[in-house]
């Protein structure tokens, strides 16, 4: 498991494991969000059978699958909810970390600057230079 902090509420890991769970718990996460489609993944590591180890240790789960195709508005405004919703922190996982990084980025737009938006990801280990033009786009539409 590598759980890379994004901000000292929000982390990211690539895909987690049952055998995970207890470790996630003793860390100190209050919330897991799966952000990977279960297509992706074989059925041990599917949203049911992670989620079910989760709600046993005591801790909340939600899913909310992400592609390039589901990464739409509305999509990132529920992640933001559910990460900024959660009773503590948060731990989201997708394939590697990348796709719970960009909808974090996406969700800072309008709060942050887009160079404060990259460095936080860079800091967490995910260089999202080629979001930039994204990020600026949407900063100027939200101006």
């Known amino acids: 498991m590598d759980i890379r902090q994004i901000t000292p509420q929000y982390h990211v890991t690539p895909q987690i494991e049952v055998e995970d769970i207890p470790a996630i718990k003793a860390a100190g996460f209050a919330t897991v969000i799966c952000n990977r489609p279960d297509v992706e993944v074989p059925p041990s590591h599917q949203a049911d059978a992670i989620g079910a180890a989760v709600t046993e240790a005591g801790m909340g789960f939600e899913v909310l699958e992400l592609t390039h195709q589901t990464m739409t508005p509305q999509n990132v405004a529920l992640q933001m909810e559910l990460a900024n919703g959660a009773d503590g922190k948060v731990l989201a996982y997708c394939a590697s970390g990348t796709r719970c990084t960009v909808v974090w980025a996406l969700g800072q737009v309008g709060k942050l600057s887009t160079d404060e938006i990259l ?10 230079g080629g979001l930039r033009p994204t990020l600026e786009a949407l900063a100027a539409q939200a101006g």
Request: no cysteine; charged share 10%; hydrophobic share 40%.
């Open 119 to 128: 460095a936080t990801a860079a800091q967490g280990g995910y260089d999202l």
